[in-house]
């Protein structure tokens, strides 16, 4: 089951590939199995057993995500689009595109609506199927430690006060209608303008999203952050941002402020996940508050951020105010 998972991945990322390169040949049951070596019948029930869908159904939702994107943020005629996903007519594009998500391309181009995408499945993850890493190699890298100032921004999130990781997050919210994982992630990589998507059309889940923890008095208090906390999960947008909101999710206005970061670069995720998760979390413990300029910032319904990217990085950030000095009388 192990080397499934991994050919699954490998055929579900191939799959978005082949749909920006419009190859139709290469994304045919047929071509895909003969690619495996197995029969057309015994890949689709291994493809199910491992995502819960039949390649076609898969294959269907990921062409309407890329089209609801290009409907949303292009004024290319519908059936330009219609076409260039696979689709025969503006008819049978509309009418699956309604099915899918509630409203004609029509409708959601005149106003865009929150909806559920059909993000990109990530079924291999060694951590969800329990394996861990593969061994524990010291990470080559090293965590930089600096101070920031982030501008005034917006956040749209879903929160709890129980949860302390991004596995025990999602367990919680499972049992919530509306906030589990599918859901949320869905709903938010199909909010436009995301600050942290850096402009690359990914909608794979998780572009563009960041855990966040909102400093609160009643919240739980886990690890080495300071003060209580609610933890997050959600996007954070322009400060002039009044697009969709969805019902179950919070928009708040997060101010201007200065933040400690603690940040390591690049890492590979099968070897040095946890490695990297124990630098971090050293160099937050040792550093030391009462030789900087900056103390923590405790005040209710500060922000704090983590972003946990292995292309990309590792990063965590917590607000700061400067200390008030001191005049002798």
């Not at 490998?10 to 978005?16: F, L, R, S, V, Y």
């Not at 595109?97 to 609506?113: E, M, Q, W």
């Not at 993000?119 to 394996?131: E, F, H, K, N």
């Amino acid at each position: 089951m192990y080397e499934w998972h991994r050919q699954i991945q490998t055929i579900i990322n191939g799959i978005d590939a082949c749909i920006r390169q419009r190859d139709d040949e290469a994304l045919t049951l047929r071509h895909i199995a003969r690619r495996l070596g197995y029969s057309e019948f015994y890949t689709t029930t291994r493809f199910r057993e491992i995502t819960g869908l039949s390649f076609r159904e898969y294959l269907r939702a990921r062409r309407l995500a890329f089209a609801l994107i290009d409907v949303r943020d292009t004024d290319r005629p519908l059936l330009d689009i219609a076409v260039d996903y696979g689709f025969s007519s503006h008819e049978t594009f509309t009418r699956a595109f309604k099915t899918l998500y509630g409203v004609t391309p029509s409708a959601y181009r005149k106003h865009p609506v929150a909806v559920v995408l059909r993000t990109r499945i990530s079924s291999y993850d060694r951590y969800a199927l329990g394996m861990g890493e593969i061994g524990m190699i010291q990470s080559s890298g090293h965590v930089s430690v600096y101070f920031t100032t982030i501008p005034a921004h917006k956040f749209l999130y879903i929160r709890n006060n129980v949860s302390n990781s991004y596995w025990g997050f999602w367990q919680h919210h499972e049992g919530i209608p509306g906030q589990d994982c599918h859901t949320v992630c869905g709903l938010l990589d199909s909010i436009p303008g995301k600050l942290d998507d850096q402009g690359s059309g990914d909608i794979s889940s998780g572009a563009g999203h960041v855990m966040g923890y909102e400093s609160a008095p009643d919240g739980g208090k886990f690890d080495c952050y300071p003060v209580p906390r609610y933890e997050c999960y959600g996007c954070r947008l322009p400060a002039d941002y009044d697009g969709p909101v969805p019902e179950q999710m919070l928009l708040r206005d997060v101010p201007q402020a200065e933040y400690i970061v603690f940040e390591h670069g690049p890492f590979d995720y099968e070897q040095e996940n946890r490695s990297v998760e124990f630098m971090i979390d050293a160099a937050m413990d040792a550093f030391d508050w009462n030789a900087s300029e900056y103390a923590f910032d405790d005040t209710p319904g500060r922000m704090s951020y983590f972003y946990h990217d292995p292309e990309r990085c590792w990063k965590e950030l917590w607000p700061v105010r400067r200390k008030e000095r001191s005049h002798a009388g």
